[in-house]
Nanobody
Framework: VQLQACGGGLVQAGGSLRLSCVAS????????MGWYRQAPGKERELVAG???????NYAEFVKGRFTISRDNAKNTVSLQMNSLKPEDTAVYYC???????????????WGQGTELTVSS
């Protein structure tokens, strides 16, 4: 399973940006998908996740500002980020749990990361 993320960039504080990620390759079932981020000198942390049924969960620090969505037909997950703050600056990683065959385990897969910089 390969994850390709795009949409990062430079934005001013208060602005908006949308990240997208598409999963491809041998996929039997795509389960949870989500976004993590890692700021310089910090550990990677969960930003938002969404189940295959569309149930979303968010980190407290993005609630009310970010919205995660997915398109199961296209194997994509997106993150709409509004009211961006300088502290949102990080590399954002797309993540998914997937089964590659009916009998395989659920494995985690990671995208390559896309960088977001929010200027003050």
């Amino acid at each position: 399973v390969q994850l390709q993320a795009c949409g990062g960039g430079l934005v001013q504080a208060g602005g908006s940006l949308r990240l997208s990620c598409v999963a491809s390759g041998r996929i039997f079932r795509l389960n949870g998908m989500g976004w993590y981020r890692q700021a310089p000198g910090k550990e990677r942390e969960l930003v938002a996740g969404i189940t295959s049924g569309g149930v979303a969960n968010y980190a407290e620090f993005v609630k009310g500002r970010f919205t995660i969505s997915r398109d199961n037909a296209k194997n994509t997950v997106s993150l709409q980020m509004n009211s961006l703050k300088p502290e949102d600056t990080a590399v954002y990683y797309c993540n998914c749990r997937a089964k590659v065959t009916q009998h395989s385990s659920n494995y985690h897969y990671w995208g390559q990361g896309t960088e977001l910089t929010v200027s003050s």
